[in-house]
């Protein structure tokens, strides 16, 4: 009946839903770069404590050896006043205090030998996390380019689509025309909606009889319920 009109505006549906398509690709781009570099920078963070906490116990080593340096000094020393003492009782305190301080001095060894390897595993850590970071470095700019590409293709895809848009709209009704104007400025691919056996695809709902009437005659229809731009189902 109106054949000519259904479809028109079908195809003009169509165009509408595949620019809204393509115009929600292309703002998901940046939201997966984002989430690549988010990756990337929380990566960073875990390697930079890592590269901390090595150069911490790096310091602890260092430390606890310059202690041990000391304390062979001292006990040297120690050692040389044994054959200058006076007395059997000093000699017998200067022995105590020799015996105690190797103690001591064993116990440093040990912690130096702990510590050191605590500075090889944290190493091994610090290679890790960087290497980690490095391969999240390296799928960020894979995905940046490729979403680069992508973007391109779908700008041209919409430029394309939106002269697709323009030209179909030009057989519009001129008695539809405003309507759809209207609507399809605010409401885009969700301005319109097809008719079949008397209910509005868009919201389900059955329009009246007095609305089916009108869309028969070409004449401007919207969704008393939702808002739509109507326009009959091909019947095919
Ligand atoms: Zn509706």
């Known amino acids: 009946m109106n054949s000519t009109s259904t479809d028109t505006m079908s195809a003009l549906h169509g165009i509408l839903k595949t620019i809204a398509d393509k115009q929600q690709q292309l703002e998901r781009g940046p939201l997966r770069v984002g989430a690549h570099q988010q990756r990337v920078d929380g990566l960073t963070a875990e390697m ?30 120690l050692q040389t006043k ?68 992508e973007a391109e293709v779908l700008r041209k895809e919409i430029t394309s689509l939106a002269n697709d848009l323009s030209e179909v709209e030009t057989s519009l009704p001129p008695e539809i025309r405003p309507d759809y104007d209207r609507i399809v400025k605010t409401r885009k691919d969700d301005s319109m909606a097809s008719v079949d056996d008397g209910i509005c695809e868009g919201c389900f709902q059955q329009i009246t009889p007095n609305m089916i009437a009108q869309l028969t005659l070409k004449e401007s229809v919207i969704c008393n319920s939702c808002g739509r731009l109507l326009y009959p189902a091909s019947s095919d």
Do not use: F, W
Request: with cysteine; glycine share 2%.
């Open 48 to 77: 930079e404590t890592a590269q901390q906490n090595h150069r911490d116990s790096r310091m602890t080593a260092d430390n606890k050896q310059l202690q041990l340096k000391t304390s062979e000094t001292k006990l040297a020393d």
């Open 82 to 149: 044994l054959n200058t003492c006076s007395s059997n009782r000093e000699y017998q305190a200067l022995l105590e205090q020799i015996a105690a301080d190797q103690m001591a001095e064993s116990v440093l060894e040990d912690e130096i030998l702990d510590s050191l390897e605590t500075v090889d595993t944290l190493g091994e850590q610090v290679s890790l996390a960087t290497k980690t970071v490095e391969q999240a470095k390296v799928k960020l700019k894979e995905e940046t380019s490729k979403v680069q590409a």
